[in-house]
């Protein structure tokens, strides 16, 4: 009885030794106190801030809750963030790499709403799917439709999202460096995994630090 007794509180006594040690714990204090990190906020738009008609036939979406007047009550919200990225959503490219057209209407509304702000499309897709970098056919048309969106004066640049990718993969370099070529001085932003730990080593969803350092070769 008295062994059981013994293991019960050691159990307690770790339970709330770890509660308390979460509780101190503040890993964003840093970054709190330094203004510096505040000019580099961004934010994610869902499809509809950008998307062309075809998007909201497709999935039966209202073309009203994307409007002029819910844009600026967003504009509103967010203007003591101090946001200087938008990722407007364009996922996802078809099986040719085509990426999915957009409203120059909304998009040139998007420019004037954020004056500050640098908009970047996020792009790409899922290699579940329809991507596929292996393929030079898929690379060709989505580089081709990278190209023409860059040409678009209201867009400075693009965010790359692909997934799931596998650390190492070597067509994924191939394809970074094309797109870099073309780019001009637009931006190359991309969405990266995070490195590996002991609870969660998996490749498909986490780079190793070599990758990461070809990577960060490229994109900027």
């Not at 946001?83 to 998009?107: E, S, T, W």
């Not at 899922?126 to 991507?131: F, I, L």
């Not at 995070?194 to 490749?203: A, G």
């Amino acid at each position: 009885m008295k062994v059981r007794l013994r293991i019960y509180l050691g159990i307690g006594i770790l339970i709330i030794s770890v509660f308390l040690a979460y509780w101190q714990w503040d890993p964003g204090q840093v970054k709190l106190d330094r203004n510096d990190y505040f000019q580099q906020n961004g934010l994610w738009l869902g499809h509809g801030w950008i998307g062309g008609e075809d998007w909201f036939t497709k999935y039966a979406k209202k073309t009203a809750d994307f409007d002029a007047a819910h844009l600026a009550a967003m504009s509103r919200k967010v203007s003591d963030l101090k946001i200087r990225y938008l990722f407007p959503h364009l996922c996802p490219a078809n099986a040719m790499g085509v990426i999915p057209g957009i409203d120059q209407r909304k998009l040139v509304q998007l420019k004037a709403e954020f004056k500050q702000a640098l908009i970047l499309p996020w792009i790409g897709g899922s290699t579940e799917s329809t991507v596929d970098v292996a393929s030079a056919q898929w690379n060709d048309g989505f580089v081709d439709s990278i190209r023409e969106l860059l040409r678009n004066e209201s867009i400075d640049g693009i965010h790359l999202n692909i997934e799931p990718m596998t650390s190492g993969d070597e067509h994924f370099l191939v394809l970074l460096r094309r797109i870099k070529a073309i780019k001009g001085n637009k931006i190359l932003s991309l969405a990266a995994y995070p490195p590996p730990t002991i609870f969660h080593p998996h490749p498909s969803v986490h780079w190793d630090l070599t990758y990461y350092g070809k990577i960060s070769l490229i994109v900027d």
